[in-house]
């Protein structure tokens, strides 16, 4: 377990020192938005066989996502939604914190980016498109949205060869603490 929390320690202090060296190198090269004023793109006009069969109404899957210019790890979850239908617009704010503290999202449950939906449920990090599609097909009663904190090596953008570290999928609550939604021991559980 120390590990696993080392690494991910590691990972984000990383993320944190690419961030302070983007706002003060690069500020001019990105671009400023925040998630009030966001941009929407087109719903998907047809899903995947896979994908379809979760029975989710595709204008849900038209996604936001709020993260810095120089992520690889992001544009790899953006890859894996887009293979699955996703329609998917991108926004680099000036800040990302305050996305974050926008949607309300506290620091232990933040990761490197945030994905809006079009219907306003909120996805953070390294979400799992099987577990999107089980979300927006029937949210939990209090629920937003979903989190993956941090940066589990594995994770859909995060892959490293065969490596792979267990996580939990949490819920973001309206009120309260977040919740268990599903726990992931095995990267065949991230596939649609």
């Given at each position: 377990?120390?590990?696993?929390?080392?690494?991910?320690?590691?990972?984000?202090?990383?993320?944190?020192?690419?961030?302070?060296?983007?706002?003060?190198?690069?500020?001019?090269?990105?671009?400023?938005?925040?998630?009030?004023?966001?941009?929407?793109?087109?719903?998907?006009?047809?899903?995947?066989?896979?994908?379809?069969?979760?029975?989710?109404?595709?204008?849900l899957l038209a996604f936001t996502?709020?993260?810095?210019?120089?992520?690889?790890?992001?544009?790899?979850?953006?890859?894996?939604?887009?293979?699955?239908?996703?329609?998917?617009?991108?926004?680099?704010?000036?800040?990302?914190?305050?996305?974050?503290?926008?949607?309300?999202v506290a620091v232990d449950l933040?990761?490197?980016?945030?994905?809006?939906?079009?219907?306003?449920?909120?996805?953070?990090?390294?979400?799992?498109?099987?577990?999107?599609?089980?979300?927006?097909?029937?949210?939990?009663?209090?629920?937003?949205?979903?989190?993956?904190?941090?940066?589990?090596?594995?994770?859909?953008?995060?892959?490293?060869?065969?490596?792979?570290?267990?996580?939990?999928?949490?819920?973001?609550?309206?009120?309260?603490?977040?919740?268990?939604?599903?726990?992931?021991?095995?990267?065949?559980?991230?596939?649609?």
């Amino acid at each position: 377990m120390s590990h696993l929390v080392s690494r991910r320690v590691l990972v984000m202090g990383l993320l944190g020192v690419g961030t302070v060296t983007l706002v003060s190198g690069c500020g001019a090269e990105s671009n400023s938005s925040s998630s009030a004023g966001s941009t929407q793109p087109a719903p998907p006009t047809a899903l995947p066989e896979n994908v379809d069969r979760y029975g989710v109404d595709p204008a849900l899957l038209a996604f936001t996502v709020f993260k810095d210019p120089s992520c690889g790890c992001c544009g790899g979850w953006v890859e894996h939604a887009e293979a699955n239908g996703f329609s998917v617009a991108i926004e680099h704010p000036d800040v990302l914190g305050d996305v974050f503290a926008d949607h309300d999202v506290a620091v232990d449950l933040q990761s490197c980016h945030l994905a809006l939906s079009a219907g306003g449920a909120v996805f953070v990090g390294h979400v799992p498109v099987p577990f999107i599609l089980e979300y927006l097909k029937d949210p939990p009663a209090g629920a937003r949205g979903l989190t993956v904190p941090a940066m589990p090596v594995g994770t859909p953008g995060m892959e490293m060869g065969d490596e792979f570290d267990p996580y939990e999928v949490l819920v973001l609550t309206v009120d309260g603490p977040p919740e268990v939604f599903a726990k992931v021991t095995k990267a065949s559980q991230q596939s649609v």
